[in-house]
């Protein structure tokens, strides 16, 4: 009934990236450095990185002075973009197609009753992308 963990190291990803832009340390971030200090696999932050890329959010450089840099504005990225760019569209919650409400003697109670579980499970989502769209990474870097 879960997401992945990928969606909580793709948020830092983008945080480090921010942060370090911000420090004006480097334009750049290096898949190694956010490795190290993120503590995350090297072949997981390439593999989100790779995600994040596909949904226009960060962009790379190769080369010696290359590594990671945002594509938009910390202002312009919700947890939502973050969000989507990870997990796509599958639904959060999944349900059991072959229940045969025909074995019950009220059954379309039954199947009245089932339907209510499934609105209200896929409402529930909805509040939560809801909730996601309205946060920004630059409003996350001001708390």
Do not use: C
């Amino acid at each position: 009934m879960s997401y992945s963990i990928a969606f909580s190291q793709a948020t830092e990803i983008i945080l480090y990236i921010s942060i370090k832009s911000e420090e004006e340390q480097s334009k750049y971030s290096s898949i190694q450095s956010i490795s190290e200090k993120l503590n995350m696999p090297i072949p997981s932050v390439k593999r989100l990185v790779g995600l994040l890329k596909n949904e226009g959010l960060i962009t790379s450089k190769t080369g010696i002075s290359g590594g990671l840099m945002l594509m938009k504005k910390t202002q312009d990225i919700t947890l939502f973009d973050i969000f989507k760019a990870i997990e796509g569209s599958k639904a959060m919650f999944k349900f059991y197609q072959g229940f045969d409400v025909s074995k019950f003697e009220h059954a379309q109670q039954v199947e009245k009753q089932l339907n209510q579980v499934s609105d209200l499970l896929n409402e529930a989502e909805q509040a939560m992308l809801e909730v996601l769209k309205k946060k920004t990474v630059w409003e996350i870097m001001q708390d």
